[in-house]
């Protein structure tokens, strides 16, 4: 488990960073093939060219952040309450949003592309795969 803030980066394999209970940390992986997961984060930037991202944060995003995976699907999960302007596209796939106050007005086409205000808005959050879903809960 970390305390403080993780950077990792491999060209083929999967990257799973966890932190301490009470120790939310920036978290920083890329892989250029393999699933990525972040549990316990206060901020995540995550990016791989094949595989799946899931992204558990803790706390209200302190950046703004950016998930994307070429194939590959991506799971959001963020706290009640979280403040954030949300854009999520996919080419092959679906989007949801779940469990979080969301006005959905500025959604476009088949829940291909979706832009989000949760809450009040606040940092950016750009979700991309070209196939897969996109799941965001709170």
């Known amino acids: 488990q970390a305390q403080g803030d993780a950077d990792v980066m491999t060209g083929q394999g ?3 960073v966890s932190f301490a209970e ?3 940390g920036h978290a920083t992986v890329k892989s250029g093939l393999g699933s990525l997961a972040v549990v316990g984060a206060k901020w995540a930037d ?22 994307a995976t070429a ?7 963020m706290p009640e309450g979280t403040n954030a302007d949300v854009t999520a596209s996919t080419a092959m796939g679906s ?3 779940d469990g979080l106050k969301a006005d959905r ?3 476009a086409g088949q829940h291909r592309r979706m832009q989000t205000i949760l809450g009040d808005g606040g940092v950016a959050i750009s979700c991309t795969t070209h196939q897969g879903s996109i799941t965001i809960d709170g």
């Not at 799946?52 to 950016?66: E, F």
């Not at 194939?71 to 999960?77: E, K, N």
């Open 14 to 16: 999967s990257v799973e």
């Open 22 to 24: 009470g120790y939310p």
């Open 46 to 67: 995550a990016k791989t060219g094949q595989g799946s991202i899931s992204v558990t944060l803790c706390v209200q995003p302190t950046d703004d952040m950016t998930l």
């Open 71 to 77: 194939l590959g699907s991506i799971t959001l999960d």
């Open 95 to 97: 989007i949801s949003i």
């Open 105 to 107: 007005s500025k959604r």
